[in-house]
């Protein structure tokens, strides 16, 4: 057994940072999520196709506070409570202590550390409460500017992917990338 304390998933709890505080993404955050869902750089950084409506949004919004298998935050500026994006463990694997992360921001959030500060923070509580002991994430080469940031949390990259995405007729590789519990990271807002 690995030790993964299944009760951090599905008990989401806040986090906080020096400028940001993480709070379970719900409902509550609609209005704030929709805008990034149709923000054509914030589609082409995260691969994401198709359209979304507000209905199927909120429905999954209402369903991901329950799940065992994941955690959702809500990245907030903390002194004014504005929101900056989301963060996502998931894809849980119980055997191996091992999850996904994913992160986006909100159009004219990113290039303010934000993001950065928001990782280092759920790879803190993803190594200390949860019991992980890998995360990682996919990033596509067309966007150095997240691969410097995963690079400041501590990710190492681990290999490269050949022709993952084909975005507006140019195929573009993706980035694997990784931290483990035992590697140096830098704490929060460093």
Not at 20 to 28: A, H, I, N, Q, S
Not at 105 to 131: K, Q, R, W
């Amino acid at each position: 057994m690995t030790g993964v304390e299944i009760d951090e998933l599905v008990s989401v709890r806040t986090l906080g940072g020096p400028r940001v505080r993480l709070v379970p993404l719900g409902p509550e955050h609609l209005d704030d999520v929709m805008p990034g869902l149709s923000d054509p750089e914030t589609l082409k950084l995260t691969g994401t196709r198709g359209t979304f409506t507000r209905d199927a949004v909120a429905a999954h919004l209402a369903s991901i506070g329950a799940a065992a298998d994941r955690a959702d935050w809500a990245i907030l500026h903390r002194e004014d409570g504005r929101f900056l994006g989301e963060i996502v463990l998931n894809e849980l694997d119980e055997d191996n202590a091992s999850m996904n992360v994913r992160i986006a921001l909100v159009p004219g959030a990113p290039g303010g550390g934000y993001g950065t500060e928001a990782m280092c923070v759920v790879l803190d509580h993803a190594f200390s409460a949860i019991g992980l002991h890998r995360v990682q994430l996919d990033v596509y080469a067309f966007n150095p500017r997240a691969i410097r940031s995963y690079e400041k949390a501590g990710f190492v990259l681990e290999g490269r992917q050949r022709d993952t995405l084909l975005w507006d007729g140019e195929w573009t590789d993706s980035i694997l990338m990784s931290v483990l519990s035992s590697d140096r990271r830098p704490a929060p807002g460093r």
